[in-house]
């Protein structure tokens, strides 16, 4: 079965870096798109950003366009993603997600940023 599992989560002053990991199994990791995804306390699940199945083509939420990158090693089945000058409304919990028919989601990596 599909799953999909989130690491690298913490907490880290304003202005540090985290690396996000998602490590997939159960599917065909290298043909399919990966998302990363965010939900702060109170608000709505919103897209950080995504990467193609072959990593040519990314996109990234204007909030952290410049502060974020997205990659994917497909020999590991695995997706990250890079948070730089992180701010403290960066704060929220981290998923990643794989449509296949049907939406995928790991259990979330929480991610705290503050001083």
């Known amino acids: 079965q599909v799953q999909l599992v989130e690491s690298g989560g913490g907490l880290v002053q304003p202005g540090g870096s985290l690396r996000l990991s998602c490590a997939g199994s159960?599917?065909?990791?290298?043909?399919?798109?990966m998302n990363w995804y965010r939900q702060a306390p109170g608000k709505q699940r919103e897209l950080v950003a995504f990467i193609t199945s072959n990593g040519g083509s990314r996109n990234y939420a204007d909030s952290v366009k410049g502060r974020f990158t997205i990659s994917r090693d497909n020999a590991k089945n695995t997706v990250y993603l890079q948070m730089n000058s992180l701010k403290p409304e960066d704060t929220a919990v981290y998923y990643c997600k794989v449509v296949i028919g049907y939406s995928y989601w790991g259990q979330g990596t929480q991610v705290i940023v503050s001083s």
């Open positions: 159960g599917f065909t990791f290298s043909s399919y798109t």
